[in-house]
């Protein structure tokens, strides 16, 4: 009776949500929306804003979206969701134990479908519409507004050029994968003992009081052309989100992603407990080969992740894209010769690491560094996230399994913090647009490498307490409710069998 | 009858089971296992958690042979698979109290 109901609610709530996504915008006035993105940075990671409506820039022309930067943004959304299945998916999968494989590989891809259908209903419109410096409306609750079936039209999102739209629904599509790879990268911290439905009300929590509000302060603004004279300046920064307005460049998401992600992980790792039998029994990668197969699908992807927040297929594009490869090889080379220093040998495990932390480095920093900035990035990332899945691992004392934060909250804390200085024009990086109206560039004799560098410092110390404050409270809650972990038997079974019936080998 | 039990070194395999067939030895049962003796394993790493891997691969070999042949097997077994090196293996010999050949029901030393 108790299933008859549950069912019967479900089935209602579905038929309720697409009754709503049904609905046809009210007839939207040929405003172009213009959705912005990020803060003064050259292009820090896409928030887009509604423009103001066309009510008030009479004066404005009917923007249509660029073909070329549409059609970049749908490629890089397929890239960043192949980053997430299968990347991720096998990058995790390869390094728990063959009992425990497809309960990582059912984490990552439920919750990352969870999270997309989330973003699609109050996502989107919590993040990147406006509301206040915290966070956003709900004006496009159910993504309303986003097409008129009337007038034929789809809303335009803005990108970091004046006159320059791609559709609102390309760019919240390309935004859906970044909130679902982010939840998606957590469940390392605490794989082979956590329970699957405390993994899914965990991250529908997270996702609504962490990763929302923080893609809102950080990226959302009101776009370009909101930015029409001087007179309007001060009034169109105080409606962008708080870590935009105090000037932190993140391109596409070290702060937003891998720190919000990573102290997700550790506070998770430290509430679920250690691993029945860590420390004593072997807990060896089943399979490194399927490892390296995540790691280079990352990698690849990763193109997408950061070039596409450009939100145009343009230089700052093409030198995210170029600044990927670069710190990423450097990465690689990096944590090869650290682990030859330490060990003796280099490792495949290492190599790839090393590959996933000068990704993550890169990140903030891809389209808002020069080439040279890159590459000591790059090695720097190598370097320290060998030192965080190694010394500092041991200093915290968790069993973060599979070093999410390790990986993913040093390389972003480091890489948050160097994109600071190699932004600067007298180091060969692009530095930011200082005045929006004229889309002027900030001059290297006013750019403060320590004014900058502690503003990023800033950015990353609000998300990491943010983050770390929500996830505590939203273990506590899953606790409290379903429970963290499943049974010791149940673990030494394996969660394959235990929680999805499966086995993922036979014989 | 006796069962031959033999532990080698993987490699060694295939010139076992040629010496073996040069004898007059018709059957024999492989299984790969691990184990170790005083040969020493080795030293894994993965990021920062090292772990000491005491068995290595081994195969363990088994043949069910007349008695006045064990003499005999256990020569070919021990040419084939000797290196020389720690770590070669051993040989066991278990007394054998019946044998069945499934097919046609056969018993003793007519099943071997």
Request: with cysteine; proline share 3%; charged share 15%.
């Amino acid at each position: 009776m108790k299933k008859l109901f549950a069912s019967l609610a479900l089935g209602l709530s579905l038929c309720l949500c697409t009754a709503a996504f049904a609905q046809t915008a009210p007839a939207a006035p040929a405003k172009t929306e213009a959705k912005a993105e990020a803060v003064p940075a050259t292009a820090p990671a896409a928030a887009p804003a509604a423009a103001p409506a066309a009510a008030e820039a009479t004066a404005a022309p009917v923007l249509v979206p660029n073909k070329g930067d549409t059609a970049w943004m749908m490629v890089s959304t397929v890239l960043v969701i192949m980053m997430v299945v299968p990347g991720l998916a096998l990058f995790y999968g390869g390094l728990v134990r063959s009992k425990n494989m497809l309960s990582v590989l059912m984490q990552v891809m439920v919750t990352f479908s969870l999270i997309t259908v989330l973003w699609f209903i109050y996502g989107y419109s919590l993040a990147f519409t406006e509301g206040n410096a915290y966070i956003g409306g709900l004006d496009r609750l159910f993504m309303k507004g986003i097409w008129d079936n009337a007038a034929g039209t789809f809303a335009n999102a803005a990108t970091f050029s004046k006159g320059v739209v791609i559709p609102e629904v390309t760019f919240a599509g390309f935004q859906a994968t970044f909130a679902g790879i982010t939840c998606a990268l957590i469940v390392g911290a605490f794989a082979e003992r956590i329970k699957f439905s405390a993994v899914l009300l965990f991250m529908t929590l997270w996702f609504t009081f962490s990763y929302l509000p923080i893609a809102h302060m950080v990226w959302f603004w009101m776009g370009p052309d909101a930015y029409t004279a001087k007179e309007v300046v001060d009034e169109m920064n105080n409606k962008a989100g708080m870590i935009w307005q105090w000037g932190m460049l993140d391109f596409a998401g070290g702060t937003v992603v891998h720190i919000n992600a990573a102290v997700a992980g550790l506070v998770g790792a430290f509430m679920v407990g250690k691993r029945v039998g860590y420390g004593r029994e072997a807990m060896t990668p089943h399979s490194l080969t399927l490892t390296m197969v995540g790691a280079s699908l990352l990698w690849v992807g990763w193109f997408g992740f950061n070039a596409g927040s450009a939100l145009e297929a343009n230089g700052f594009a093409a030198l995210a894209f170029v600044n990927t490869l670069l710190a990423t090889a450097a990465a690689v080379l990096a944590w090869c010769v650290g682990e030859a220093l330490m060990r003796g040998k280099a490792s495949m495990l290492g190599a790839a690491s090393g590959a996933v932390a000068g990704l993550v480095a890169i990140t903030p920093a891809a389209g808002n560094v020069g080439i040279g900035g890159a590459l000591v990035i790059g090695v720097v990332a190598g370097f320290a996230c060998l030192w965080g899945v190694n010394g500092l691992k041991k200093m915290l004392g968790a069993d973060d399994s599979l070093d999410v934060f390790g990986v993913h909250g040093v390389g972003g804390i480091v890489g948050a913090l160097l994109t600071g200085v190699f932004n600067s024009p007298s180091l060969g990086g692009p530095g930011f647009v200082a005045d929006w109206v004229t889309a002027g560039m900030v001059t290297a004799a006013d750019f403060s490498v320590a004014a900058q560098v502690w503003t990023q410092a800033k950015a990353v110390l609000v998300t990491i307490v943010w983050s770390g404050v929500v996830s505590l409270v939203s273990f506590k809650l899953v606790d409290l409710t379903v429970g963290l972990r499943v049974t010791e038997e149940e673990e030494r079974e394996g969660l394959d069998i235990s929680a999805h019936g499966e086995t993922a080998y036979h014989g | 009858m006796k069962l031959v039990t033999a532990i080698i070194k993987p490699f060694k395999l295939d010139e076992v089971r040629e010496a073996l067939s040069g004898i007059g030895v018709q059957g024999i049962t492989v299984t790969e296992v691990k184990g170790f003796g005083r040969q020493k394993g080795h030293t894994e790493l993965y990021r920062g958690a090292e772990y000491v891997v005491d068995f290595l691969p081994k195969v363990k070999i088994e043949a069910a042979v007349a008695d006045d042949q064990v003499e005999r097997v256990i020569e070919a077994i021990e040419v084939g698979a000797r290196t020389g090196k720690i770590g070669d293996g051993k040989i066991f010999v278990y007394d054998l109290e019946q044998v069945v050949r499934i097919r046609t029901g056969e018993t003793g030393a007519q099943a071997l």
